[in-house]
């Protein structure tokens, strides 16, 4: 039987720092969200691709919190590492943070957790090294995405179409502004 190779969270950390010019701005002279989601499905794609020594896709994305608006001719950065390995996915964490070149301010301005699936050349998914935890950081990020994972599980369990009963969800509804009318 083939031995299971392991790596640590450092053998898949990926640091991309980007100038943020002028054609990445919205309309309100802001940098574009979507093109900080794109920095930062690339910057996962490279964690994730870099530890399994696979291309990997991206299987879903946990939340994108917005938390600061990033401005033209800062410099935006985006660290990331596997927090997670099951079979064949890892989740990446990645920070974005941005910096004003002229007062050195450095601000979070994002965190967020991508599922990335490691494939061979055929397109099928393949098996990734085992994940060594070597410190408290690493360890609480592990845990930490188990438990949404097992939340995400119950969910898609909870919600699927055979199991959903909406009388079930009555004493719900009377705290919502909603009035059912199926
Ligand atoms: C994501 C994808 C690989 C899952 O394929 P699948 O045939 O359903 O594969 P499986 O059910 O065997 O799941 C494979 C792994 O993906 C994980 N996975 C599947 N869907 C997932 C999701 N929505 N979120 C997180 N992980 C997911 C499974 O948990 C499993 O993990 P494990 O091997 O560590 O246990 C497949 O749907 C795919 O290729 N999607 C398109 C991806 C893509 O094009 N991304 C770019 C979009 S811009």
């Known amino acids: 039987m083939k031995q299971n190779t392991f790596k640590s969270a450092d053998d898949s950390s990926i640091v991309l720092t ?3 010019l002028p054609i990445y701005a919205n309309f309100s002279g802001k940098i574009h969200g979507g093109f900080i989601l794109s920095l930062m499905d690339k910057t996962a794609f490279a964690s994730a691709s870099k530890f399994s020594s696979h291309y990997c896709v991206t299987a879903s994305v946990n939340r ?3 938390l600061n608006a990033i401005e033209v001719g800062e410099l935006v950065t985006l660290k990331a590492r ?7 996915s890892m989740v990446v964490g990645i920070k974005v943070e941005s910096q ?6 450095i601000r979070h301005c994002n965190s967020s957790y991508f599922s990335m699936v490691a494939k061979d050349d055929q397109g099928k998914t393949v098996k990734v090294p085992g994940l060594i935890i070597s ?5 609480r990020r592990f845990l930490r995405s188990i438990k949404h994972i097992k939340m995400r599980n119950e969910r898609k369990i909870e919600f699927s179409a055979e199991n959903f009963i909406p009388k079930d969800y009555d004493y719900i509804f009377k705290k919502y502004n909603v009035k059912l009318d199926l």
């Open 100 to 105: 004003n070149i002229r007062t050195g301010l």
């Open 82 to 88: 596997v927090n997670y390995v099951g079979n064949s």
């Open 64 to 66: 994108v919190d917005f």
């Open 18 to 20: 980007e100038l943020m």
């Open 135 to 139: 410190n408290h950081t690493d360890l």
